[in-house]
């Protein structure tokens, strides 16, 4: 096919995706989760070694996992496989934009910054899918340090994602659902090699839910981009 200049019906769905975070229970055709699998199982990988291994649930596992999910929160048994933490995000950009998030998700369910408690509850909606009625988790081997399989879990994931928003689907990746590996291994029967780094939702978005009404903004390219010799690009609107 010749290069065009022209936008293809791609550009559309890459930026119309977002994170649904209230879903509607209908399941999905098993015609559509495969066609999602197959485009996600398209997405490239180092030396094409496909390093994913995902876990789907639906129906009763689904309800069941969820379950097990709440109960290891409320009993802080968090067992995460790779850490997460804001004081990672150091001081300045980073945390500002993950505040940012924050705040605007919060504002969007009419939750206060002072309301601790429906923060919290909000926040254990993840460990509940937000009402979808599929659930994919998505394991790695250890490959060394695991950034690797870890930067092929992701390029897999957006096909995954963006597969769904081709469809007229929605999902949302969590990373919550990665801070209790240990209760999704022994619910799934997934071996100790392979390690959770995090999970989505998808299904079919609540299009009413005040939660599905945001998208949220990305930095300018300037802020991102830095072009060698590449002329007229940051110029262009």
Known sequence: MPPTSTPSPITDIVRSR?????????????????????????????????????????????DALSKELLKADEEKRFSPDFSFSYADFGEGTYIDRAHNHAATV??????????QASRYAHARENLEFFGAPHAAFLFMPAFGDGVRAAGDIGMYAQNFLLSLTARGLGGIPQTMLGQYADTVREFLNVPKGLKLLFGISFGTADTTATVNGFHMGRAPLEQSVVLHDTPGVLNEQ
């Open 18 to 62: 977002y994170s649904v975070r209230k879903f509607l229970p209908t399941p999905l055709s098993p015609s559509d989760i495969r066609g999602v699998l197959e485009d996600a199982q398209a997405a490239p990988s180092n030396c094409n070694t496909q390093p994913w291994t995902v876990h789907v649930v639906s129906g009763a596992a689904r």
């Open 106 to 115: 919060y504002q969007s369910v009419g939750i206060s910054r002072s309301d």
